[in-house]
């Protein structure tokens, strides 16, 4: 088993202020802080990648900017030039909610991530390497096609589906959203393409707003091929053990993807400040192992995951290096905060939980 990794400093170097979550004001109380999604969380992961050892069991998979065209499958070329106007700004701009603001650069830095995921994707589908993992930043998930939204600015997981159908070959493609925020922008990308299957695994309704509902399953020729799965609060590894038996699994099963890209943020994880899932680097692990064995079963082993979200320093880089050491096969460390995580409560599936599980489950059914 070879498994691609990807990672480029300057991920580290995308500037998102200290607004923390909303811009320092003194009049309201707003002190300066580290932005929640503050390069320092990825750049924590990368180094334990390297420390730990698992780097010499990784194959480097070189970065690669988005050309125009790549990025233009996907964003209007309003947007992308809206992005590289105030990214040529000393002061930077925002991605378009007023709450993803980038400094100068950041659309290199972003491009570059598209590109990244792409090269992965490229990397994977050529036979390189059999999977891969490219931690990317920022974010992309929620980006549409003329706005960017929640820390993302380009859909890097959209941008590599779009290029692996337009230029790879590829037929049938799955996506697969385990961040805890719901995956609206390949939703919206991919509504009405059933070569598209868009799976996302989200704490129901935290963000975006009022998206990502259980309802939501897709338009038109894309009918049935969009299952969300809005898990409630408070899920913790168990209720995604059952989450990825349930329906994950049996529904790549049932639309046998010839890829499984998967937008792997960490932010369900049990100490996010984000979100407020309970889920461990076991929950990642099961998570893993299953788009692992859908992809043997009918891609080839084909699977590329890209980095999303994810904002707990302490622990993302654990859940990470959990995640690529199944990805790879091997095991190098153990994670040494699961007793504390693991031994809280919450694991256990509650009825409630099951329940949503079992409504998503049903959907499975209309998967050709
Ligand atoms: O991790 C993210 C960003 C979510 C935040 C955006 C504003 C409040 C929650 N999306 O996957
Ligand atoms: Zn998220």
């Known amino acids: 088993m070879t498994t691609g990794y990807l990672w480029d400093e300057i991920f580290g170097w995308h500037d998102t202020g200290t607004g923390s979550l909303f811009p320092a004001d003194p009049d309201v109380g707003h002190q300066p802080l580290n932005h929640v999604a503050h390069p320092d969380t990825k750049r924590r992961m990368h180094e334990l990648v390297c420390v730990s050892g698992l780097i010499d069991h990784l194959t480097r998979i070189a970065p690669r900017p988005a050309t125009q065209e790549q990025l233009r499958r996907v964003h209007t070329a309003e947007y992308i030039e809206r992005i590289v106007r105030e990214s040529a700004q000393p002061k930077g701009g925002d991605a378009g909610d007023g709450i993803s603001p980038f400094g100068k650069g950041a659309h290199r830095i972003a491009a570059l ?59 049938r493609i799955a996506i697969v959203d385990w961040d805890v925020h719901h995956g609206n922008g390949a939703q919206a990308i991919f509504a009405e393409d059933p070569s598209v299957l868009t799976v996302s695994i989200h704490q129901d309704r935290c963000f975006p707003p009022d998206s990502g509902l259980i309802d939501e399953r897709g338009t038109g020729p894309g009918e049935h091929y969009n299952i969300n799965i809005p898990m409630p609060v408070g899920c913790g590894d168990g209720a995604y053990q059952y989450a990825a038996e349930a329906v994950i699994g049996p529904a790549l099963h049932a639309y046998a993807p010839d890829l499984v890209l998967v937008a792997s943020g960490f932010d369900p994880n049990a100490m996010d400040p984000l979100a407020r899932q309970l889920v461990t680097t076991r929950g990642f692990v099961t998570l893993t192992r299953t788009v692992v064995e859908a992809a043997r079963r009918s891609a080839g082993g084909r699977l590329v995951l890209l980095q999303e979200g994810g904002y707990s320093p302490i622990y993302v880089p654990f859940c990470g290096l959990a995640t690529i050491q199944e990805l790879a096969g091997v095991h190098v460390l153990d994670d040494p905060l699961l007793p504390v995580v693991g031994g809280m409560g919450g694991h256990d599936l509650e009825p409630h939980q099951k329940a949503l599980v079992d409504r998503a489950a049903a959907f499975v059914a209309d998967l050709r």
Do not use: Q, W
């Open 113 to 171: 991530g598209a590109g990244s995921a792409i090269a992965m994707t490229e990397a994977v589908v050529s036979g390189a390497v059999d999977n891969g993992y490219a931690l990317v930043n920022p974010a992309g998930h929620h980006a549409l096609p003329e706005t960017g939204l929640g820390f993302c600015i380009y859909n890097n997981v959209a941008i590599a589906a779009k290029h692996a159908r337009a230029e790879l070959g590829v037929e």
